[in-house]
Every structure is written in structure tokens, then in C-alpha cells.
T-cell receptor
């Protein structure tokens, strides 16, 4: 079975622009989470979606938004990009139910560079 | 609020030697605990998890971890390190809002 896939792999944007990152979960997983990992730090939670509904949100500004589609894939959108948004964006998928909601499997990430 | 501390930023170990990575967590309820490994430029791979029950858990690649509630710790161990174990290791705790909170990570260097 394929793991979590993300696209694009790398992206370079200019300050003020908008970006959309995409994620496809493991087959059978209905929950998708997004994390931001700045160089030298651990991942920081941005969102979790389940059945197209936002189920959790981290401490990120409203410039960050996401959605989940009927096939459980997801998009992360970031508006008005800042230099500080440069990071590796990780998508993770999980089964739903109790502890298994926390057992998250990560994709390879999208490296976003804002210039 | 939940938090994770990994006291060691960088550890260097000889190939064939044992490895122990420390993790301390802060969380009021029974925690869900995880160790992930990240190779340069890659995503995170789940090594092992603790939900409940036996406090010594086995993972992939020969890793194990022990949950000690009295010390709020979940240390990762491997008896004999291979050069391919050089990577960054992250400890994480699952909180009650479905998110994982990660530590800052420990970079492991393996010398021949």
C-alpha cells in the first residue's frame, strides 16, 4: 500500500503570495493532520481534519487554512506569505477512534521557501 | 498544556555501542507516547508507540522504549547501533485535542 503522499516536493514563493499544498492519506485513513517544521525544530501542529470537518487547530494565524475532500485528501492553504513561513510542511494520516487517532503516519513533506 | 522535553540536542555514539535517548513529558492524563525518526530532508517514520499496558514497548529497527510514569519519561534505547541509525529522533505526546506535541529532537551521529 502507498503511504502518505504530498505534492509538490519543493516550492519557492515570494512574500505576499499564496500557496496550496496537497496531501493524500493512506488508504483507509480518514483523518489528516498538518504540521509545520522549521529547520532545527520539532513539528508544530497546524490542523487536523476528519470527515471534512476541522477537529483541531494549533496556534497559527488565520492566513493558514485547510480543507478535506470526500476522498479524504486534503489541501493546506497559506495566504500573504511571510519569510517566516519557510519550512517543511508535513501531512500525516491516521485511523479514527481512541488512541488510533493519535497514531499518525507522515508523508515526505513539502519544502516551502519564501523569498 | 502538554509538552515534551528532549534534554540532549546531539549524541555521538560508536557503531555497535548502545544508545539511549531521553524524553520527558508533561501531561495531566494518561499519555499516548511516540518516537519518530527523521532522516535528512525526509518525513517522520514511526518507530514505536505506547498507549497502555506493558511499559516496555518494542518497535521497528531493533528499538525499544520504556514508559515510567513516576518519572514522566519515555526513553528510547537500542542495544547495538548501526551506521544507518544516524538521524534525528523525535519524542511526541498525544493530547486530548488530537494533536501530537513534539520535542525539539535529538540528532544522533554514529562514528565508525
Amino acid at each position: 500500500d502507498a503511504g502518505v503522499t504530498q505534492s509538490p516536493t519543493h516550492l519557492i514563493k515570494t512574500r505576499g503570495q499564496h500557496v496550496t499544498l496537497r496531501c493524500s492519506p493512506i488508504s483507509g485513513h480518514k483523518s489528516v493532520s498538518w504540521y509545520q517544521q522549521v529547520l532545527g525544530q520539532g513539528p508544530q501542529f497546524i490542523f487536523q481534519y476528519y470527515e471534512k470537518e476541522e477537529r483541531g487547530r494549533g496556534n497559527f494565524p488565520d492566513r493558514f487554512s485547510a480543507r478535506q475532500f470526500p476522498n479524504y485528501s486534503s489541501e493546506l492553504n497559506v495566504n500573504a506569505l511571510l519569510l517566516g513561513d519557510s519550512a517543511l510542511y508535513l501531512c500525516a494520516s491516521s485511523l479514527n477512534g481512541g488512541a488510533f487517532s493519535y497514531e499518525q503516519y507522515f508523508g515526505p513533506g513539502t519544502r516551502l521557501t519564501v523569498t | 498544556a502538554q509538552s515534551v522535553t528532549q534534554p540532549d540536542i546531539h549524541i555521538t555514539v560508536s557503531e555497535g555501542a548502545s544508545l539511549e535517548l531521553r524524553c520527558n513529558y508533561s501531561y495531566g492524563a494518561t499519555p499516548y507516547l511516540f518516537w519518530y525518526v527523521q532522516s535528512p530532508g525526509q518525513g517522520l517514520q514511526l518507530l514505536l508507540k505506547y498507549f497502555s499496558g506493558d511499559t516496555l514497548v518494542q518497535g521497528i529497527k531493533g528499538f525499544e522504549a520504556e514508559f515510567k510514569r513516576s518519572q514522566s519519561s519515555f526513553n528510547l534505547r537500542k542495544p547495538s547501533v548501526h551506521w544507518s541509525d544516524a538521524a534525528e529522533y523525535f519524542c511526541a505526546v498525544g493530547s486530548n485535542d488530537y494533536k501530537l506535541s513534539f520535542g525539539a529532537g535529538t540528532t544522533v551521529t554514529v562514528r565508525a
